[in-house]
């Protein structure tokens, strides 16, 4: 299989976190959903820093966030699929 650079951890997200250092844009990730260790193929769009999120379906300003099967935030922004997702256009729902 390889060693996956984004790990998802359960169907229903719409983000995974990048695994590797030094992702950059262009590179076809090996993604692995941890909840049943299935794997599926997403290009990363953007250069993205270890421990940072990625899009999993284009999401748009006002979308909810989910990650973990959980509600853990709101897009401020959008981010194509692929795309970086952190705090320059996502943020939690408690602020």
Not at 45 to 56: F, S
């Amino acid at each position: 299989m390889g060693i996956p650079q984004l790990l998802v951890h359960d169907h229903e997200d719409n983000v995974g976190v990048v695994v590797v250092e030094d992702l950059k844009a262009g590179t076809e990730m090996l993604c692995v959903v941890t909840h049943d260790n299935s794997d599926f193929r997403l290009t990363a769009k953007a250069d993205i820093p270890i421990g940072h999120k990625v899009a999993l379906k284009d999401l748009a300003e006002g979308d909810t966030v989910i990650k973990y099967g959980e509600d853990i935030g709101r897009m401020t922004g959008s981010a194509e699929k692929g795309g970086h997702v952190h705090t320059q256009n996502c943020k939690t729902k408690r602020w």
